[in-house]
């Protein structure tokens, strides 16, 4: 398919540079060495006429151009003219679309007269040979014009490069033949090359899970990209019979605004992809970060301060593909009306005055529906979600949609019919995140909501957020949604519960909705979002006790998830302190399900079982706080006693016959403070454990923690000073992440320590070898305290190189009245635990619990801290010796690794 222009000044008078070039090459002397010299100009000459200011579209014809020469001069250098006039070199694929870029592949076919024509196999094989020391990337086939039917029957993907075959050089009635021999006629009718090219596309796009908007998307294979582009050119081709895209505008296929659409998105594809190859010096069609900023400042965003030229490029880029995909759903759905058509004259069904289906499509029963009767801009996705039968919207009605936005303006959004049609898409959830993605789509949505037009396509530049605000927001509203649904009920069992007890789960959505929707905008979002779900709530008619339920779930829709990964939910002022915020069990159950569908929304590779247990213990605890009454915390001393009891039932259900003399000596060596971090089954454990092997030290245990999706691991030993550094150290030498640690002195100068651990993809330490490998690494290495392992240089992930911000170090006794809380932010690193614990060693600092999370490419870790003499941390010189020493080590981890 071509997108031909006409050519410009500049354009000619490089071809005729190019073709001085390869014109003066000796190809009797060294021809590698003089036809890369050719390339290399060649190319350097191409890249001058881009940096000033070329059309994209003329540099990649210029780069075809060059491969062109290049090929044609070792062609006829190996050929004689005899053997050339016997075959066809041939070029396929992009390259026979004339769409090559800087590193492309280079894609030839040899077509051979017959069988027999096979005696030139050796000299093709020094052809191809030569192509390859060139550094062409080139992917070649050998055929004759009855493999290239047989093959082209066989496999899609032949006979799509088949299609768009270019003839450079030799027999032109061969050429012929071969293209003759391919037509719809002959192989591959339109109607079937049709639904496998559709049928193509939607495994790609399961492959990328339906959506563009990832951190680093593919430009070419991800939705809305290049191949959605190319996909539209091949199914025109093969029943158009169309060699430019400007034909479909000719026969009124696709309009002259949709057309200019498409070439704008192409083009932008186009010099994004010239770019990154340029900048890789590779083939790479993947926007990594590695490329992001350079990127960015090629399109002229140059503005780096928090990352805000990445932003801004990438927003440019996303909304770019959405385009691209919505024209892709438009041009291929009428390709299969028409199909569809051909052998059946079309079903019409009517739905009501306004709306009927088309061959299963939802479609305006006149054009000027929308015109006449503004608010079936939103009732039309009321109607689609009707019916599971409803396939979609047809082509037509997606047009009038787009040329009708200009309507829903400030009078369209205060008309009652209108708000009630709004609030109806949430009310009757039926095909609710279908309705949304379309609504987003086609424009509604943000047209509706004018706050919302900020979030379509903005990303963050960070590992933790790998979807753009609107597809996250869209993400998280199918969460939610899903937890109503019979279906689902098992994917989260005990949301699916809470969920029962909403009342109006239209709400929730809502809630979903708005979490967001204040990104970008400066100053806290959480507030700001707070501030505009208030407006819409009072706009839409939402009475004052849910639209303050709302507004206070949006602006403290962090509060769950921070509580949870950064304080001590095992002391009980905690949950009190956190059930004061929460206030009563409705904003309880919305907040909970909301984080839920939030963590797993963002980046559903860092959602695990260990987080969904935590928020599930914060949940149950406060939700008892709250049945307790605020008025009446538990105290730490019923607290202990009542885990004691608790425990004790635990025991005796294992163990009839235990003897409680002995549990009770060992409980009280190990103090007070010890039940208040752990709950009555880790106690149970802890003290069958030590009962058992009281004798054995160091005790090293491990078992599955299958409530929380992890590994527990107990370790009772004598204590020392060196002892939570060995330990870190000895858990990142056995490979594991630890996603929280307590740690206790008790009496008798022993330790009682448990780390909460996974391996490095998230999943539970299992099976008897690997356990045995941990047990031995953490009991040999605990044999010898005094010595520390050293820190291993550990290569840094690719995607974290591009993250190394200055940490932050906080310290606060306000959270809780027996330890300091301490808080680093820092850019993620390995082994970064391992130097956490040096710097409490040489500051003469105790960790008593610790909890750490990594956030996409940053680590948010807590950790609850004494002094040497168990004391909070007061001395300010102490504060700032630590501080200064956990800050040098992060910078001498980014310096060195």
């Given at each position: 398919m071509s997108y031909a222009f006409e050519t410009p000044p500049e354009q000619t008078r490089c071809e005729q540079t190019l073709r001085s070039l390869c014109n003066a090459v000796d190809l009797t002397r060294e021809p590698v060495i003089a036809l890369k010299q050719v390339l290399n100009e060649g190319n350097s000459e191409i890249d001058a006429l881009f940096r000033d200011g070329a059309p994209i579209d003329s540099v990649v014809r210029l780069q075809t151009l060059l491969v062109d020469s290049v090929l044609l001069h070792i062609w006829h250098h190996v050929f004689s003219a005899e053997q050339r006039n016997d075959m066809a070199l041939v070029a396929v694929g992009g390259y026979g679309r004339g769409e090559l870029h800087p590193h492309?592949?280079?894609?030839?076919?040899?077509?051979?007269?017959?069988?027999?024509?096979?005696?030139?196999?050796?000299?093709?094989?020094?052809?191809?040979?030569?192509?390859?020391?060139?550094?062409?990337?080139?992917?070649?086939?050998?055929?004759?014009?009855?493999?290239?039917?047989?093959?082209?029957?066989?496999?899609?993907?032949?006979?799509?490069?088949?299609?768009?075959?270019?003839?450079?050089?030799?027999?032109?009635?061969?050429?012929?033949?071969?293209?003759?021999?391919?037509?719809?006629?002959?192989?591959?009718?339109?109607?079937?090359?049709?639904?496998?090219?559709?049928?193509?596309?939607?495994?790609?796009?399961?492959?990328?899970?339906?959506?563009?908007?990832?951190?680093?998307?593919?430009l070419k294979e991800s939705p809305g990209g290049l191949r959605d582009i190319q996909t539209i050119g091949w199914i025109s081709r093969r029943y158009f019979g169309t060699e430019r895209i400007r034909e479909l505008v000719d026969s009124d296929f696709i309009n002259e605004h949709e057309y200019n659409d498409l070439l704008q998105g192409l083009h932008l594809l186009w010099e994004i992809r010239y770019v990154l190859h340029r900048l890789a010096g590779r083939r790479e069609?993947?926007?990594?970060?590695?490329?992001?900023?350079?990127?960015?400042?090629?399109?002229?965003?140059?503005?780096?301060?928090?990352?805000?030229?990445?932003?801004?490029?990438?927003?440019?880029?996303?909304?770019?593909?959405?385009?691209?995909?919505?024209?892709?759903?438009?041009?291929?759905?009428?390709?299969?009306?028409?199909?569809?058509?051909?052998?059946?004259?079309?079903?019409?069904?009517?739905?009501?005055?306004?709306?009927?289906?088309?061959?299963?499509?939802?479609?305006?029963?006149?054009?000027?529906?929308?015109?006449?009767?503004?608010?079936?801009?939103?009732?039309?996705?009321?109607?689609?979600?009707?019916?599971?039968?409803?396939?979609?919207?047809?082509?037509?009605?997606?047009?009038?949609i787009r040329a009708n936005l200009h309507l829903?303006?400030?009078?369209?959004?205060?008309?009652?019919?209108?708000?009630?049609?709004?609030?109806?898409?949430?009310?009757?959830?039926?095909?609710?995140?279908?309705?949304?993605?379309?609504?987003?789509?086609?424009?509604?949505?943000?047209?509706?909501?004018?706050?919302?037009e900020n979030i379509v396509g903005r990303m963050q530049y960070d590992l933790f957020h790998i979807f753009t605000v609107d597809e996250h927001t869209t993400r998280v509203i199918r969460n939610l949604r899903r937890f109503a649904?019979?279906?689902?009920?098992?994917?989260?069992?005990?949301?699916?519960?809470?969920?029962?007890?909403?009342?109006?789960?239209?709400?929730?959505?809502?809630?979903?909705?708005?979490?967001?929707?204040?990104?970008?905008?400066?100053?806290?979002?959480?507030?700001?979002?707070?501030?505009?779900?208030?407006?819409?709530?009072?706009?839409?008619?939402?009475?004052?006790?849910?639209?303050?339920?709302?507004?206070?779930?949006?602006?403290?829709?962090?509060?769950?998830?921070?509580?949870?990964?950064?304080?001590?939910?095992?002391?009980?002022?905690?949950?009190?302190?956190?059930?004061?915020?929460?206030?009563?069990?409705?904003?309880?159950?919305?907040?909970?399900?909301?984080?839920?569908?939030?963590?797993?929304?963002?980046?559903?590779?860092?959602?695990?079982?260990?987080?969904?247990?935590?928020?599930?213990?914060?949940?149950?605890?406060?939700?008892?706080?709250?049945?307790?009454?605020?008025?009446?915390?538990?105290?730490?001393?019923?607290?202990?006693?009542?885990?004691?009891?608790?425990?004790?039932?635990?025991?005796?259900?294992?163990?009839?016959?235990?003897?409680?003399?002995?549990?009770?000596?060992?409980?009280?060596?190990?103090?007070?403070?010890?039940?208040?971090?752990?709950?009555?089954?880790?106690?149970?454990?802890?003290?069958?454990?030590?009962?058992?092997?009281?004798?054995?030290?160091?005790?090293?245990?491990?078992r599955p923690d299958n409530d929380r999706g992890a590994t527990e691991i107990l370790i009772y030993t004598h204590d020392h000073a060196h002892l939570f550094a060995l330990m870190v150290s000895l858990l990142d030498r056995a490979g594991l992440n630890i996603v929280s640690a307590n740690v206790g002195t008790t009496a008798g100068n022993f330790a009682l320590n448990t780390f909460t651990v996974l391996e490095h993809d998230d999943t539970p330490a299992s099976g008897y070898a690997r356990e045995e490998q941990i047990r031995k690494i953490l009991f040999d290495g605990l044999q010898t305290p005094d010595k520390l392992p050293e820190i291993e240089p550990q290569r840094v992930p690719r995607r974290l190189k591009h993250f190394n911000f200055a940490p932050t170090v906080t310290f606060d006794n306000e959270v809780s009245d027996r330890f300091t809380s301490l808080h680093i932010e820092a850019a993620d690193r390995p082994g970064v635990l391992s130097r956490f614990g040096r710097s409490f060693l040489e500051c003469d600092i105790l960790v008593h619990s610790a909890k750490v999370a990594t956030l996409g490419e940053k680590i948010e870790d807590v950790f609850f801290i004494t002094d040497e003499d168990h004391h909070q941390l007061r001395d300010e010189t102490q504060i700032k010796r630590l501080r200064e020493s956990i800050v040098a080590s992060l910078t001498e981890d980014a310096n060195t690794l």
């Open positions: 492309s592949d280079v894609d030839i076919m040899v077509l051979l007269r017959d069988g027999e024509s096979r005696h030139l196999n050796e000299q093709i094989s020094g052809f191809i040979t030569q192509l390859w020391d060139l550094g062409l990337d080139i992917g070649h086939s050998v055929r004759t014009v009855d493999e290239c039917i047989s093959e082209s029957i066989s496999d899609l993907s032949v006979i799509t490069n088949l299609m768009e075959a270019r003839l450079l050089d030799g027999n032109q009635v061969l050429f012929t033949l071969m293209a003759e021999a391919i037509e719809p006629g002959q192989t591959w009718n339109a109607a079937d090359f049709l639904r496998a090219k559709l049928q193509e596309q939607a495994n790609r796009r399961v492959k990328f899970q339906d959506t563009a908007y990832r951190l680093e998307p593919n069609d993947r926007l990594l970060f590695d490329h992001q900023r350079s990127l960015a400042h090629h399109f002229g965003y140059t503005n780096d301060e928090h990352n805000a030229s990445i932003e801004a490029f990438m927003q440019r880029y996303y909304r770019t593909v959405i385009q691209m995909q919505r024209l892709n759903e438009i041009i291929l759905q009428k390709f299969q009306e028409i199909v569809q058509e051909q052998d059946a004259p079309p079903t019409i069904e009517p739905i009501n005055e306004r709306f009927r289906l088309h061959n299963g499509y939802l479609e305006a029963t006149s054009e000027d529906l929308f015109e006449r009767h503004p608010e079936a801009l939103l009732e039309i996705f009321q109607v689609y979600a009707r019916s599971p039968e409803i396939k979609g919207v047809r082509a037509n009605t997606i047009r009038l829903i303006d400030d009078d369209f959004r205060e008309r009652d019919d209108a708000k009630q049609l709004f609030m109806q898409i949430f009310r009757d959830p039926k095909k609710l995140t279908r309705k949304l993605r379309r609504m987003n789509r086609y424009g509604v949505m943000a047209a509706y909501l004018p706050d919302y649904l019979p279906n689902y009920r098992g994917e989260m069992p005990h949301c699916s519960m809470i969920m029962d007890q909403i009342k109006k789960p239209e709400l929730l959505y809502l809630i979903g909705l708005y979490h967001d929707i204040a990104k970008g905008r400066g100053g806290d979002h959480s507030e700001l979002g707070a501030e505009m779900a208030r407006e819409f709530c009072q706009r839409h008619g939402v009475n004052k006790v849910d639209t303050d339920m709302v507004a206070w779930v949006v602006q403290n829709h962090l509060l769950m998830s921070m509580t949870a990964q950064r304080r001590d939910i095992t002391d009980p002022d905690v949950i009190h302190d956190f059930a004061l915020r929460v206030r009563n069990r409705d904003n309880l159950n919305h907040l909970y399900l909301l984080t839920v569908a939030d963590i797993r929304g963002t980046n559903p590779e860092l959602w695990n079982s260990w987080k969904e247990n935590l928020l599930r213990d914060l949940f149950r605890q406060a939700a008892r706080a709250l049945h307790r009454g605020l008025d009446s915390p538990l105290q730490k001393d019923d607290a202990i006693e009542l885990k004691k009891d608790e425990t004790r039932d635990v025991l005796i259900k294992a163990s009839p016959e235990i003897d409680f003399s002995r549990v009770d000596q060992l409980w009280t060596r190990l103090g007070e403070e010890y039940f208040l971090r752990y709950f009555a089954k880790e106690i149970a454990w802890h003290t069958e454990a030590i009962l058992e092997d009281q004798r054995q030290i160091p005790l090293v245990k491990l």
